[in-house]
């Protein structure tokens, strides 16, 4: 059974919802809420790092697919890795809201309604399954 679980890990990978007012709607109607990530996805190396290290981690990624809506809001420098120009928009529009400082890697969990409940700067200074069971027990606590 551990196997099939993990299988599925593997095969259906992390699912990232582009458009954030989507990722309000979902999180309202599935009692979920939001990681929202802000990343330099070719040039921030501690962004490379956090994602690789810890979102997309078997053990983040378990707990993120049952209590998570994830939103990344990505700043690459390179042009071919320059999204439309409405995706760069809707990430400029919650750089306004939630990175006024332009820090990266920002990591903030919020409420549906988009309130903050708790901020990360950089990669956090804890391993994956102390911070993975962190963001779980916030989670938890709003259910």
């Known amino acids: 059974m551990k196997l099939f679980a993990l299988l599925l ?3 259906i990978p992390i699912q990232w919802e582009p458009d954030f007012e989507n990722a309000k709607k979902t999180a309202k109607e599935n009692h979920k ?12 190396g501690p962004c490379i790092l956090f994602r690789r290290d ?5 053990n983040f990624t378990q707990m993120a697919n ?3 809506v994830l939103v990344n809001a990505d700043f690459p420098r390179k042009k071919k890795n320059i999204g439309t120009s409405e995706v760069v928009k809707r990430n400029e529009a919650l750089a306004e809201i939630y990175n006024k400082d332009g820090s ?6 919020l409420d549906a309604d988009g309130k ?7 990669v956090p200074e804890v391993t994956v399954a102390e911070w993975t069971a962190s963001v779980k027990a916030i989670c938890d606590s709003k259910k």
């Open 9 to 11: 890990v593997v095969l």
């Open 33 to 44: 809420l939001i990681l929202l990530n802000f990343s330099g996805s070719d040039w921030c």
């Open 54 to 58: 810890y979102l997309e981690s078997e």
């Open 66 to 68: 049952n209590n998570l």
């Open 104 to 109: 990266f890697p920002l990591t903030l969990l």
């Open 116 to 122: 903050v409940l708790k901020t990360w700067h950089g």
